[in-house]
């Protein structure tokens, strides 16, 4: 089981990345998939996760309307669309599977099944 987690980058204040996070060795619409951001010298926090069907997504307060979660079942992936960049949103991006019931709330650290390795997003002039 894998989930690779690429789209990182450089990208200037009010940018735009997209990030993915591939699924293998797992059908990724039988877990509620998220993504978790950790910042320099700060703890792990969830950011946004998406139900298995797709329908239901939840967003972290702070990133509600610059980011836009979404699943792609032709390819097994979930992407993470983010405008309006800001330097606080600089920190290395992980993806993450939970095969338990969807929750309108950020996922747990403590409820991801597995993990993918993380992508460095850098906001910065």
């Known amino acids: 089981v894998q989930l690779q987690a690429s789209g990182g980058g450089l990208v200037q204040p009010g940018g735009y990345l997209v990030l993915s996070c591939a699924a293998s060795?797992?059908?990724?619409?039988?877990?509620?998939i998220g993504w978790f951001r950790q910042a320099p010298g700060k703890e792990r926090e969830g950011v946004a996760c998406?139900?298995?069907?797709?329908?239901?997504?939840y967003y972290k307060d702070s990133v509600k309307g610059r980011f836009t979660i979404s699943r792609d079942k032709l390819t097994n992936t979930v992407n993470l669309h983010m405008s309006s960049l800001k330097s606080e949103d600089t920190a290395i991006y992980f993806c993450?599977?939970?095969?338990?019931?969807?929750?309108?709330?950020?996922?747990?650290?403590?409820?991801?099944?597995?993990w993918g390795q993380g992508t460095l997003v850098t906001v910065s002039s």
């Open positions: 060795g797992i059908s990724s619409d039988y877990y509620v």
């Open positions: 993450a599977a939970n095969r338990g019931a969807y929750r309108p709330t950020t996922m747990g650290a403590n409820e991801v099944d597995y």
């Open positions: 998406i139900s298995k069907s797709g329908n239901s997504v």
